[in-house]
C-alpha cells in the first residue's frame, strides 16, 4: 500500500503478543512509530491467507480493541479487516515487547 499510494499511505507492521499490540522489534525504523513524526489511525489486520498467525484474523482483532480500545469503524476490504481509531494509535503502542511469543 505504501509503494502503491506513491508514500501517501504509510503502512507499518506491528507485532503480536497475546492481546497486545506492540511496535515491530525488527526489519523497521523507530521514527515509523514515533507520534511527533506520524499519525497512525487505523490498523489492518492479516487476512484470511495470511502467513502471520494464519487463520486468526479475530485474535489480531481481539489484540487491536485490547490495546486502543473500541474502533470508531470497522470495515473488511478483499479479505482483510480494518479497524479506524479517532485518534493516534502510536501514543499507545509499546516499544518494548513484554516477555512472551512475539507473532509477526
Given at each position: 500500500?505504501?509503494?502503491?499510494s506513491g508514500n501517501q499511505v504509510q503502512?507499518?507492521?506491528?507485532?503480536r503478543i497475546g492481546d497486545k499490540?506492540?511496535?515491530r522489534p525488527w526489519e523497521s525504523g523507530s521514527s515509523w512509530?514515533?507520534?511527533a513524526q506520524h499519525d497512525a489511525t487505523f490498523l489492518v489486520t492479516p487476512g484470511p491467507?495470511?502467513?502471520c498467525s494464519p487463520g486468526t484474523p479475530?485474535?489480531?482483532e481481539a489484540a487491536a480493541r485490547a490495546t486502543f480500545g473500541p474502533p470508531s469503524g470497522t470495515y473488511r476490504v478483499a479479505g482483510f479487516t480494518i479497524?479506524?481509531?479517532?485518534?493516534n494509535l502510536?501514543?499507545?503502542l509499546a516499544a518494548v515487547a513484554p516477555h512472551g511469543p512475539i507473532q509477526c
Open positions: 500500500m505504501t509503494a502503491d503502512v507499518r507492521y506491528v507485532s499490540l506492540i511496535q512509530y514515533d507520534p491467507a495470511g502467513v479475530a485474535g489480531w479497524l479506524v481509531w479517532h485518534k502510536l501514543r499507545e
